[in-house]
């Protein structure tokens, strides 16, 4: 009769035999002692930790005996790393099949764990556990050593540099099993990008095993602030895409409702009462508990800037009675006469309208100037709302018929219309659903927001801080705010009428990411988040 086996946690029939010298489980399996166990667990693919199995003497080689005889001799069979494997909690992973995704920017802390996205701990931050197994128990020496996958972004020696998080472990490092022939280490890092894989190799005694591959992503989550009657995107799927293809799950908590503002200007009071409002729904929502790795989403109608009291002219006019309604065009003379649209329908309450005057020909003192009265101007197209030209009736002013002279408007017109902003300092971006008085589409939102997101996300690196080198397209200021990408068009001295073709031209209508921005999404670091605004 031989010993018996108490079963452990990830063990299986076939390693128990090998274990003890076995060729086949079913040996042990189909043994007579094991009937009891066979019975009890008919499928000897289903153990359970805590079943007993009787280890049967092995018939070992026979040696010839002096006597002619025969006995039973014990083989010793030689020291093997049975397994590598990632620990997830109670559990060992050695399978290439059953690895969850390590979620390396995430600190490892029970407070993130949610049994949806995060399962365990063990599954966060850039140093996984790793349990060794050799086939005996004892004291063994080994070494270990990260093995990156062969497709996993390539960091230049500047970049990690100027970040240590960019790097995984390259030297092999010393460890020695415990007692039962097995050791758990957590100090060996991979590295930060989304989307690359990583195997841990042992070595020792002679013997390697290389584990399974573990793919790396970055969980960031998203908190909306929708206006209290007002339209929004209705879905976030495509950014969700698009970061997906970067190695960044984007996970939207439920959406809160914010007070509404129909616009946020320029102006840093507009920019205040938007944190105001923004922060009271914020409050209440389930980003709190995501900090710093939450990014807020508030909806506006519109994000113009405007120019207040601009002056238009139209000299040569003939007022007086009897005399024709005269069309004034509204255009930027000191910037090469671009037709301007007048701040028309964008906020309650505020007009165009300043003031209008004509003077006379030649007039240099008041007496030669006749205030034109608000309701003698009518802004033109008629219809709808991007006005650009202003019909003004002269036959009512007091000049005798005939006079010549000059029409003086002072409007207000857009300075521009923003499709989104993000607000410095802060995890705070802004998106528009309203652009030039037609609704921004779904998928304007959605493009505005990869690009807003991708601001917070430290695109497009310029090569400073702790960032990335700077991607071979990108560009500062020219004609846009912000750090962004020219991808599509050539490098020249403003890029404020140009098209680009990637996600983070400064101007907005593109979906994805250049092939050099797609890159530099996937090895950006996003373990430092945001600081809520
Ligand atoms: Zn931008
Ligand atoms: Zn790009």
Known sequence: MGKKHVVKRGECLSRIARAY???????LYDHPDNAAFKARRPDPNLIQPGDELQIPERKGSKAEGSTGGTEEVKVELPLVIEAVGFVQDAEVREDATDQPAQIVNLP???????????????????????????????????????????????????????????????????????????????????????????????????????????GCVRLVWLQELKMKGAPAATTLASTRGEYAKAGILVEQLAAEEVDRLENISADPADTTALKDKARAAYGKSKAKDKEPYVVAVAYTDHLAVKDAGKEIQLSDVRA?????????????????????????????????????????????????????????????????????????????????????????????????????????????VVICTRAWWRAESDADQNSTLVHELGHHLGMVPDGGGTGLDATPNQYTGKGHVGSHCHAGVPDQASYASAAGTCVMFGASGNMAFCPDCAKAACKVDVSKGWTAF
């Open 21 to 27: 010298g076995f060729k086949s489980y079913r040996e």
């Open 108 to 214: 490892r802390d029970a407070k993130w764990v949610d049994d949806t996205l995060v399962k365990s701990k063990d599954r966060l931050g850039q140093k996984p556990r790793i349990r060794v197994r050799f086939n005996r128990p004892g004291k063994h020496p080994f070494k270990l050593q990260v093995v990156p996958g062969p497709k996993n972004a390539a960091y230049t020696g500047a970049e990690e540099g100027r970040n240590a998080h960019y790097k995984h472990e390259t030297a092999a490092r010393d460890y020695t099993t415990d007692d039962d022939g097995t050791k758990v280490v957590d100090d060996l890092a991979v590295g930060c990008a989304g989307k690359d894989a990583y195997a841990i190799r042992a070595t020792g005694d002679g013997t390697a095993h290389t584990g399974p591959f573990l």
């Open 320 to 428: 007086g009675p009897g005399r024709s309604d005269v069309v004034v065009d509204v255009v930027d003379a000191a910037n090469g006469n671009r037709v301007k649209s007048l701040w028309n329908d964008i906020v309650t309450g505020e007009g165009w309208f300043v003031s209008a005057r004509f003077v006379k020909e030649g007039g240099t003192s008041p007496a030669d100037e006749v205030a034109i009265p608000q309701a003698s101007c009518t802004a033109l197209p008629a219809a709808g709302s991007d006005k650009t030209q202003v019909q003004v009736k002269v036959s009512d002013l007091s000049v005798p018929s005939g006079t010549k002279g000059t029409i003086v408007l002072k409007v207000n017109w857009v300075n521009r219309m923003r499709a989104g902003l993000s607000i410095p300092g802060g995890n705070l």
